[in-house]
């Protein structure tokens, strides 16, 4: 079993940037893709970026070229940089670990954005 411990969260003002950290547990941390997703109140929990084995990213349409997803295999560790953060980016932030059909998840950290 893997457990995940997400950081970095906090109230930022729009334009400005967080950068978010997952710890994983586990020796076999490689092997699984890694990835960030955010769940606002009354909508669906919705996918914002992943980063897989091979260190292959996919980021959703609504933060290309503002967020950036990375990993650090050594220290088991993934990352998302959110640089320009606009208000609807305002979400709990959730990371996941992913390998084959089971999937792991993280507490989540909150992200608001606001003036």
């Known amino acids: 079993q893997v457990q995940l411990v997400e950081s970095g969260g906090g109230l930022v003002q729009p334009g400005g940037s967080l950068r978010l950290s997952c710890a994983a547990s586990?020796?076999?941390?490689?092997?699984?893709?890694m990835g960030w997703y955010r769940q606002a109140p009354g909508k669906p929990r919705e996918f914002v970026a992943r980063?897989?084995?091979?260190?292959?990213?996919n980021h959703a349409d609504s933060v290309k070229g503002r967020f950036t997803i990375s990993r650090d295999n050594a220290k088991n560790t993934v990352s998302l940089q959110m640089n320009s953060l606009k208000p609807e980016d305002t979400a709990v932030y959730y990371c996941?670990?992913?390998?084959?059909?089971?999937?792991?998840w993280g507490q989540g950290t909150q992200v608001t954005v606001s003036s």
């Open positions: 586990g020796n076999i941390f490689s092997t699984y893709t």
């Open positions: 980063i897989t084995s091979g260190f292959s990213t």
């Open positions: 996941n670990a992913q390998r084959a059909t089971v999937s792991y």
